[in-house]
């Protein structure tokens, strides 16, 4: 069974910086795409950045110029390096991966960002 498990958020003032991991447990080559999804209270989880197999990545707009998704082939991990937070960047991040049409989840990491 595959599991991604996600280490790294916590509690940071605005303006701050976080890097959040996901380490998989088998090769991410494996995954067709990887990536990091939000969701704050009350809001549906949202995309935040993908990183295809390879290589290419994707952003949301809230969050281009401020955040960097990569990976760690050879550690199987992937990373999201979260700079210049905003209080608006609250929420419980998930690491995601896409395999072979299969859906993969973590158990999420919660950012809590504070004025």
């Known amino acids: 069974q595959v599991q991604l498990v996600e280490s790294g958020g916590g509690l940071v003032q605005a303006g701050g910086s976080l890097r959040l991991s996901c380490a998989a447990s088998r090769n991410i080559f494996s995954f067709n795409r990887m990536g990091w999804y939000r969701q704050a209270p009350g809001k549906q989880r949202e995309l935040v950045a993908a990183i295809t197999s390879g290589g290419s990545t994707n952003y949301a707009d809230s969050v281009k110029g401020r955040f960097t998704i990569s990976r760690d082939n050879a550690r199987n991990t992937v990373y999201l390096r979260m700079n210049s937070l905003k209080p608006e960047d609250t929420a419980d991040y998930y690491c995601?991966?896409?395999?072979?049409?299969?859906?993969?989840w973590g158990q999420g990491t919660q950012v809590t960002v504070f004025s």
């Open positions: 995601h991966g896409l395999s072979r049409g299969d859906d993969y």
